[in-house]
């Protein structure tokens, strides 16, 4: 090919360029002078609109107000979730505060029932003519064949086997082993326990012994006295253990066998071991009867009616409370 066939190709070759038209091209080149237009369209007119900026003004309306109504919506929900989060924070200092008032409600409480016994301890070993010592219960035994509690107090105390124990509202047992600093009591319900008795309506005699359970028995009792259920069993002060007049039982039942010449008469106790707290130990019993502790001019305490053994064992009117 010669020169001047490649010249008359590259005439040819930008003909054809010239007609082959790029469409992107021609988009960018004819948005490029409309812009300038428009532009200058809306500075000069910004409150009416016209034909050409209302399709912008209605897009940017509706973008405003997607994004508004979508913020709105975020900002409930958080607010919505962070009220919540509050809520059930508060929720749960509430429940923790209640906690700790009831907490302390119950501790008031049983530090005022503490009180109350403590003070009546305190007026009966003023009114009592025995030497005695306080003591408080630290331990009951498993063994169901015995009945024994533990006491803190021991020969550190002045404390020695065979004292008696008792509370302000009767019998409660005797110190069988009595260590240093503290002492194991036989209550009156151990099978092992015994103590002499009278009838304290009509003064019969006999001998009280425990049964290994809640019950006891008064065995040697003359088949003529006069027994009822409902009668008070005292202790008589002939053992040298227990003072003479406190009360140790309730009559339960009374039985007349044919064959035999005494009475066999069943035995509730009067006081309740299982929520004994507090009880004296008897080092000196003086000679004093529980009778002149609970005199007219000394009547025994009975500010606590939330349990039986708290009421008063020799007032008629509550003869039937340990049934």
């Given at each position: 090919?010669?020169?001047?066939?490649?010249?008359?190709?590259?005439?040819?070759?930008?003909?054809?360029?010239?007609?082959?038209?790029?469409?992107?091209?021609?988009?960018?080149?004819?948005?490029?002078?409309l812009l300038p237009l428009i532009t200058i369209n809306m500075e000069q007119k910004?409150?009416?609109?016209?034909?050409?900026?209302?399709?912008?003004?209605?897009?940017?309306?509706?973008?405003?107000?997607?994004?508004?109504?979508?913020?709105?919506?975020?900002?409930?929900?958080?607010?919505?979730?962070?009220?919540?989060?509050?809520?059930?924070?508060?929720?749960?200092?509430?429940?923790?505060?209640?906690?700790?008032?009831?907490?302390?409600?119950?501790?008031?409480?049983?530090?005022?029932?503490?009180?109350?016994?403590?003070?009546?301890?305190?007026?009966?070993?003023?009114?009592?003519?025995?030497?005695?010592?306080?003591?408080?219960?630290?331990?009951?035994?498993?063994?169901?064949?015995?009945?024994?509690?533990?006491?803190?107090?021991?020969?550190?105390?002045?404390?020695?086997?065979?004292?008696?124990?008792?509370?302000?509202?009767?019998?409660?047992?005797?110190?069988?082993?009595?260590?240093?600093?503290?002492?194991?009591?036989?209550?009156?319900?151990?099978?092992?326990?015994?103590?002499?008795?009278?009838?304290?309506?009509?003064?019969?005699?006999?001998?009280?012994?425990?049964?290994?359970?809640?019950?006891?028995?008064?065995?040697?009792?003359?088949?003529?006295?006069?027994?009822?259920?409902?009668?008070?069993?005292?202790?008589?002060?002939?053992?040298?253990?227990?003072?003479?007049?406190?009360?140790?039982?309730?009559?339960?039942?009374?039985?007349?066998?044919?064959?035999?010449?005494?009475?066999?008469?069943?035995?509730?106790?009067?006081?309740?071991?299982?929520?004994?707290?507090?009880?004296?130990?008897?080092?000196?019993?003086?000679?004093?009867?529980?009778?002149?502790?609970?005199?007219?001019?000394?009547?025994?305490?009975?500010?606590?009616?939330?349990?039986?053994?708290?009421?008063?064992?020799?007032?008629?009117?509550?003869?039937?409370?340990?049934?």
């Amino acid at each position: 090919m010669n020169s001047a066939d490649i010249l008359l190709a590259s005439k040819k070759g930008a003909a054809l360029g010239f007609f082959n038209i790029d469409l992107k091209k021609w988009l960018f080149v004819i948005l490029a002078l409309l812009l300038p237009l428009i532009t200058i369209n809306m500075e000069q007119k910004p409150v009416e609109s016209n034909w050409l900026s209302r399709p912008f003004l209605f897009l940017n309306s509706l973008m405003q107000d997607g994004l508004f109504e979508f913020s709105s919506g975020v900002k409930e929900t958080t607010s919505q979730y962070i009220n919540l989060l509050n809520i059930k924070k508060e929720n749960a200092q509430l429940k923790a505060e209640n906690h700790e008032l009831t907490a302390r409600l119950q501790i008031h409480k049983e530090l005022e029932l503490e009180n109350q016994r403590l003070r009546q301890m305190f007026e009966f070993k003023q009114r009592s003519k025995m030497s005695l010592v306080a003591a408080q219960v630290i331990g009951r035994d498993l063994i169901l064949d015995h009945k024994t509690i533990s006491i803190n107090k021991g020969t550190q105390h002045g404390l020695k086997d065979g004292q008696a124990v008792i509370t302000l509202l009767g019998v409660v047992g005797y110190i069988f082993r009595a260590q240093a600093m503290t002492s194991s009591v036989m209550l009156m319900t151990d099978r092992y326990a015994v103590a002499d008795g009278l009838i304290q309506r009509t003064r019969a005699a006999g001998i009280v012994e425990g049964r290994g359970s809640n019950s006891l028995v008064m065995k040697y009792v003359e088949r003529t006295e006069d027994v009822q259920p409902g009668d008070i069993v005292v202790t008589g002060g002939l053992d040298n253990i227990f003072p003479k007049g406190f009360p140790i039982a309730r009559v339960e039942s009374v039985e007349r066998k044919a064959i035999s010449i005494s009475l066999k008469v069943d035995l509730k106790p009067l006081i309740d071991a299982s929520s004994l707290e507090e009880v004296f130990v008897v080092i000196n019993a003086a000679k004093e009867e529980y009778q002149s502790l609970t005199s007219p001019s000394n009547p025994p305490s009975n500010s606590l009616p939330t349990h039986p053994a708290n009421l008063n064992p020799l007032q008629p009117a509550q003869a039937g409370v340990a049934k």
